[in-house]
């Protein structure tokens, strides 16, 4: 996609460390507004949706597109806490929207590729789950639901994998996504703070989740602390890194608390995995020392057993239990259902009211759900989704872009395992993965020679 505001990289788009700082204490100041008044919440996120339409009208903005989108990824648990008034899947359905006008305007959905055939593929079976339900507003929601994140995933991956940035922007998006994430730690430490007592037990916790669902909360927080970490690696800057290692070591005992694990668990394949990228090159090693030490010494020697303290050792017992609950047994169901119906599946949606077992409970792990819904094209799609991040690895020009793209498909992948596509953040984080990296910056790059008329 050609798009002037890549090719040409405004100063006025980087943000200093007192930027950064200014934008976080706005945030936590505007989540409990949010938190008051559902208004405000809903006016918000209005707001959000609109600029990204005037950037996705606009030729000089359209570089910005990435910015409001990680912006929307990274305050869709945040508008669901504050009660927008808005549909469940709306932060899906705002990043479709947004990156589908941007890329109907400049004719690139013609350059589709694999991504649409991922979601043709998971479309086969929609005329089963009508079949079952009838073309009813339960066939809608029961598709609306589940194929939502998939198209996300899909509108995403034909956007950026047609654009070009460089490190720098790069970080740029990190931060933009991180820092509304931010806002939900701010809930999350008011509700932990403000409860008058905290029962914890070896079940997720409501309370310390700012009174929302805790797999969300501790899947976002632990996102936000691992991307943290990958901005004190790879930044520039004192300040920046400073307050980029202070929010991962927050954001990370807050996810904790929540007693929902998947949020942690995610964190710590990203660390590693960037870790693992880092120490294998001198200019980054030093840092990935550095921040194995800090995470390890404040983590485990203050952090960690005051939480613990806290919870009244519950914390440990927590995450000592490597039980995933109904996880496994949902999972296997949905196996079963897929080896009676191996071709299409049941249809999107139907697996919950069609398994022998766990009829009504919802599938957590996206890989079974979509073998059971959608058959053998479903594990075509899977196999696209592999291919299209091995691609993305394989053709990073350099170390540091190799260590960002392992940790944006990583953290979806393992998101997927537990939690399904509840959030669009695992759409976008997996499309973004698969940009073109720009390894010059403009400011580089020879000035061509004037034409010599004749």
């Not at 996609?1 to 040409?8: A, H, I, N, P």
């Not at 932990?192 to 037990?201: D, Q």
């Not at 300040?239 to 998947?262: C, H, N, Y």
């Not at 949020?263 to 120490?279: E, K, P, R």
């Amino acid at each position: 996609m050609k798009d002037s505001g890549l090719v040409q990289k405004s100063k006025s788009e980087a943000l200093s460390g007192f930027g950064v700082f200014a934008l976080l204490a706005l945030h936590i100041g505007l989540a409990l507004g949010l938190r008051a008044s559902s208004l405000l919440a809903t006016v918000h996120a209005v707001f959000t949706l609109l600029l990204g339409i005037v950037f996705a009208f606009s030729n000089r903005n359209t570089g910005k597109l990435k910015y409001v989108t990680a912006y929307i990824a990274g305050s869709e648990v945040l508008w669901r806490m504050t009660n927008a008034q808005m549909f469940w899947e709306a932060g899906k359905y705002f990043i479709i929207f947004i990156l589908g006008i941007a890329l109907l305007r400049t004719k690139h959905w013609q350059r589709a590729g694999w991504p649409v055939f991922y979601f043709l593929f998971l479309a086969f079976s929609i005329p089963l789950t009508i079949l079952a339900v009838g073309a009813s507003s339960a066939a809608r929601d029961a598709v609306s639901f589940n194929l939502s994140g998939p198209l996300a995933l899909t509108v995403c991956a034909l956007y950026f994998s047609q654009i070009t940035i460089d490190e720098d922007e790069m970080r740029q998006v990190i931060w933009w996504l991180a820092i509304p994430i931010v806002s939900v730690a701010a809930l999350a430490l008011f509700g932990t703070l403000s409860a008058e007592t905290i029962t914890f037990t070896d079940e997720s916790n409501f309370a310390t989740s700012g009174g929302f669902g805790p797999n969300q909360v501790s899947a976002i927080l632990g996102l936000g602390g691992a991307l943290a970490f990958l901005l004190f690696l790879t930044g520039k800057g004192a300040m920046l890194r400073g307050l980029a290692v202070g929010i991962s070591l927050g954001l990370l005992s807050l996810s904790a608390l929540t007693f929902s694990r998947g949020g942690i668990y995610n964190a710590a394949v990203v660390v590693f995995l960037a870790l693992a990228h880092s120490l294998r090159d001198k200019r980054w090693r030093l840092f990935a020392v550095l921040g194995l030490a800090m995470i390890g010494l404040a983590g485990g020697y203050l952090i960690y057993p005051r939480l613990n303290t806290f919870t009244g050792g519950m914390l440990q017992q927590r995450f000592l239990d490597t039980d995933p609950t109904l996880r496994g047994p949902i999972a296997r169901a949905d196996l079963e259902l897929w080896y009676a119906n191996p071709i299409l599946g049941v249809g999107p949606g139907m697996s919950i009211r069609m398994r022998n077992m766990f009829a009504g409970v919802a599938a957590h792990t996206e890989y079974t759900r979509i073998l059971a819904e959608h058959g053998s094209a479903g594990l075509l799609a899977l196999l696209i989704l592999l291919g299209l991040a091995a691609r993305a690895y394989f053709k990073a020009p350099d170390a540091q872009a190799q260590l960002w793209v392992a940790a944006l498909v990583a953290w979806p992948l393992a998101e997927m395992a537990h939690a399904a596509m509840r959030i669009v953040v695992i759409s976008f984080l997996f499309g973004l993965a698969l940009v073109n990296w720009r390894t010059d910056t403009p400011e580089k790059q020879p000035i061509p020679e004037r034409p010599k008329w004749r």
